[in-house]
C-alpha cells in the first residue's frame, strides 16, 4: 500500500519534522516552495508522483505572501481530501476555492490568543491615553493626568465564540463585566451575561467597550450601521477584529465625527490594504492596524500544534473538531 502524501510549505518542515516522523501513520511529507516540490529528502517530485491528500497552509504562507500560489498547488492535482487552515476565518478567496472544490477545510484557533491580547493592548493603550503620554515624552513634558481604568467597566463582545471567549477570559481578571452575543441561546460561564442577536440594541446604551469577533455573515454584513452606532454610548470604544464589511465605514466616519462612539479601533477593512486617501487614517478618534490581531509571537507554535493533532485525526478517520 503506498503511504499517504500530505503536502507541506517548505519552510516549516524543519520544524516540524520531528514530530511528523513520530505519527504512526506510513506518511510521505512533500514540501512545495515557489521553485517547485520535493519530498523531504529534497529530490523532485515527478508529475506522476505527485497525488497529495491532505494539506498544511501553514501562517509562513501567509507572511511571505505564498498564500495564493501554495493553494493552487492544493488545488492542482484533483487528489486532495482535506486541508489545514492557519486561519480562523474562512472567506479569504483562496480557501473559498478550496471549499468550491469540495474539500474539507478545517480553521485554525491558534490565532485567538493573540486576538485576545490585542484587543486588550488596544483597549487600554486608549483608555490610558498613551499616545498623549508619548506626545509628553517626546516634547519633555511633564504631565500628570488622571486616565481611565477598565476595572468596572461593561464590554458588549458580538460573536462569542472561541475568540470572544478568550477576550473574555483576559478583560474579566481585570474586574470586567463581560456580555456575549450570538445567534443562538446559550449558557457559557466565560460571560457574565449571554444574549442573543436580536437583543444587542439593547445592551449598547451601556456598554463601555463593544467587540467585533463575528464571522462575515449576510446577518452580520453591515451590522454596525447609523442606527448601531447612534445606540452606543458617547464615550464607548469599538473594536473590529471580525471582518471589514461589518462595519460600515462611511456610518463610523460620520458618527465619530458627531461624538459617537468616542473611539474606534480597526484591524480589519472591507479592502486591504486600507487606501492611503481613506479619511479614516487621519481621524483622531480611530486607531488602525494593518490586519495583525492575530499575529502574535506565538502562532507559529500553536499552530504547529493544531496541525499535527488534527493531521492524526484526519489520518486516523476521527472528528475533526475544527472542520468548517
Known amino acids: 500500500m503506498s503511504k499517504r502524501q500530505v503536502l507541506i510549505p517548505h519552510m516549516t518542515y524543519g520544524r516540524i519534522r520531528s514530530r511528523l516522523d513520530d505519527l504512526p501513520h506510513d506518511l510521505a511529507v512533500l514540501c512545495w516552495s515557489p521553485t517547485g516540490v520535493t519530498w523531504a529528502d529534497g529530490s523532485p517530485v515527478t508529475a506522476n508522483q505527485y497525488a497529495p491528500e491532505a ?5 509562513d504562507t501567509m507572511f511571505s505572501g505564498d498564500f495564493p500560489s501554495f493553494v493552487a498547488a492544493l488545488l492542482e492535482p484533483g487528489t486532495v481530501q482535506w486541508v489545514q487552515s492557519c486561519l480562523a476565518g474562512t472567506d479569504a478567496p483562496p480557501l473559498l476555492k478550496l471549499l468550491e472544490a469540495g474539500i474539507r477545510l478545517s480553521n485554525s484557533d491558534a490565532p485567538n490568543a493573540g486576538v485576545a491580547e490585542y484587543v486588550m493592548a488596544a483597549v487600554m493603550h486608549v483608555q490610558h491615553g498613551w499616545t498623549g503620554r508619548s506626545d509628553n515624552q517626546r516634547k519633555a513634558k511633564w504631565v500628570q493626568n488622571g486616565w481611565n481604568e477598565i476595572n468596572g467597566t461593561r ?11 478568550e477576550v473574555a477570559k483576559r478583560a474579566r481578571s481585570f474586574g470586567v463585566e463581560v456580555v456575549g452575543a450570538r445567534r443562538t441561546k446559550v449558557r457559557d460561564a466565560r460571560a457574565d451575561e449571554m444574549i442573543t442577536m436580536d437583543r444587542i440594541s439593547e445592551l449598547l446604551p451601556s456598554a463601555n467597550v463593544v467587540i467585533l469577533a463575528c464571522p462575515l455573515t449576510d446577518e452580520t454584513r453591515g451590522l454596525v450601521n447609523r442606527d448601531f452606532l447612534s445606540q452606543m454610548h458617547e464615550d464607548a470604544i469599538l473594536v473590529n477584529v471580525s471582518r471589514g464589511p461589518v462595519v460600515d465605514a462611511e456610518a463610523l466616519l460620520e458618527s465619530l465625527s458627531s461624538g459617537r462612539p468616542g473611539h474606534a479601533i480597526l484591524d480589519v477593512f472591507e479592502t486591504e490594504p486600507l487606501d492611503p ?3 479614516l487614517w487621519d481621524h483622531p478618534g480611530v486607531t488602525i492596524t494593518s490586519h495583525i490581531a492575530g499575529a502574535g509571537s506565538g502562532i507559529t507554535k500553536r499552530g504547529d500544534e493544531v496541525f499535527l493533532e488534527q493531521l492524526d485525526a484526519y489520518l486516523s478517520g476521527r472528528s475533526l473538531r475544527l472542520e468548517i
Request: hydrophobic letters at 60%; glycine letters at 22%; aromatic letters at 16%.
Open 277 to 279: 486617501s481613506s479619511p
Open 55 to 59: 494539506g498544511w497552509v501553514a501562517i
Open 155 to 165: 464590554w458588549l463582545v458580538i460573536g462569542f465564540g472561541s475568540i470572544g471567549a
